[in-house]
């Protein structure tokens, strides 16, 4: 149980494009949902906290106009990258949190986005 | 606040040998701890968590970790390595208190490598 998805695993853009990407809990609702940015030998950098129903909370340093987040349900939250640059080609991965109770995220399998 | 320091970029064992990861936390407040490994390309798969009951906590794949409080230390190990083993190795740490958000703060990660 507790399985994550992401669609689209690979996306490649042209500059100035949008790109949406979905996250999904497939057996379970999830309460939170995070969406972190990884480059490349680097660790996972928090993007924002997502609540389903309510606006997402970003991190510092996060544009929210440029990553919009919407968390429509309690299975699904989708990241879009709008007006993407190259500078926003990263590894995408999203996790999912059971209840409030329940520290452990359930990690998505990531979002390759090339901006070209 | 919660930081994680993972000592060591990177590990290199010969395969049979034991495998030994440092992870030190600096946390307020008591923590959860996990560990996480990510193949290639991949999302994160939980490796086992620290949560409060035993301080020797055994997770998949052979791994276990200790937590011990004095030295603010949840080392990982594994008594014998395997060629599979080889991948890059996430400490993280999460407040024990549960309207903080359930943030997962995470350690630089460790490449571990698996000699024949």
């Known amino acids: 149980g507790a399985v994550v998805s992401q669609h689209p695993s690979r996306v490649i853009c042209k500059s100035g494009t949008s790109v949406k990407i979905e996250c999904r809990s497939l057996?379970?609702?999830?309460?939170?949902m995070f969406w972190y940015r990884q480059f490349p030998k680097k660790s996972l950098m928090l993007m924002a906290t997502?609540?389903?129903?309510?606006?997402?909370?970003?991190e510092q340093g996060v544009e929210k106009d440029k990553f919009l987040i919407n968390h429509a349900s309690l299975t699904l939250s989708t990241l879009t990258v709008t007006s993407a640059h190259p500078e926003d080609s990263s590894f995408y991965i999203c996790?999912?949190?059971?209840?409030?109770?329940?520290?452990?995220?359930?990690f998505g399998p990531g979002t390759r986005l090339t901006v070209t | 606040a919660q930081s994680v320091t993972q000592l060591g970029s990177h590990v290199s064992v010969s395969e049979g040998a034991l495998v030994l990861l440092r992870c030190n936390y600096s946390?307020?407040?008591?923590?959860?701890l996990f560990w996480y490994v990510q193949y290639p390309n991949q999302g994160l798969q939980l490796l086992l968590k620290?949560?409060?009951?035993?301080?020797l906590v055994k997770g998949i794949n052979g791994f276990e970790a200790e937590f011990k409080k004095s030295e603010t230390s949840f080392h990982l190990t594994k008594p014998s390595a395997h060629m599979s083993d080889a991948a890059e190795y996430f400490c993280?740490?999460?407040?024990?208190?549960?309207?903080?958000?359930?943030?997962?703060?995470f350690g630089q990660g460790t490449e571990l490598s698996v000699k024949p």
């Open positions: 996790s999912a949190r059971r209840d409030l109770r329940d520290h452990e995220q359930y």
């Open positions: 057996d379970f609702q999830a309460t939170t």
């Open positions: 997502s609540n389903e129903g309510s606006k997402a909370t970003y």
């Open positions: 946390s307020s407040v008591p923590p959860y």
């Open positions: 620290y949560t409060s009951a035993a301080t």
């Open positions: 993280a740490v999460s407040p024990m208190i549960y309207n903080q958000g359930g943030k997962l703060i």
